[in-house]
Nanobody, 123 residues
Framework: QVQLVESGGGLVQAGDSLRLSCAAS????????LAWFRQAPGKEREFAAA???????AYADSVKGRFTISGDNAKNTVYLQMNSLKPEDTAVYYC?????????????????WGQGTQVTVSS
């Protein structure tokens, strides 16, 4: 089992920045890929960014150039630096992990999920 705990969400204005953190614990040795997904009110959960411990990063087009995913393998923590936030970035942000090396954008490919952290961007 892997436990994922997100933090860092909040209420900000358009154009502001936030940094989310996701701390993993438990059986993390098989955790090869971590990702951030987000779910806006009334919408399906969608992929935002992923990082592979062996190297590699992927972004959704909607966040590319504004968000940066990074990780500290020694701390089993992944971060999402979000700059130039827009009202449409308002969502609950979830951290997820999978045992595979492929940086999937599909929810079903991830084995463990955190409980989410709310990000609200006002105009």
């Amino acid at each position: 089992q892997v436990q994922l705990v997100e933090s860092g969400g909040g209420l900000v204005q358009a154009g502001d920045s936030l940094r989310l953190s996701c701390a993993a614990s438990g059986r993390t040795s098989g955790m090869l890929t971590l990702a951030w997904f987000r779910q806006a009110p009334g919408k399906e959960r969608e992929f935002a960014a992923a990082i592979r411990w062996s190297g590699g990063i992927a972004y959704a087009d909607s966040v590319k150039g504004r968000f940066t995913i990074s990780g500290d393998n020694a701390k089993n923590t992944v971060y999402l630096q979000m700059n130039s936030l827009k009202p449409e970035d308002t969502a609950v942000y979830y951290c997820a992990s999978r045992r595979g090396n492929f940086m999937s954008r599909m929810l079903g490919d991830y084995d463990y999920w955190g409980q989410g952290t709310q990000v609200t961007v006002s105009s």
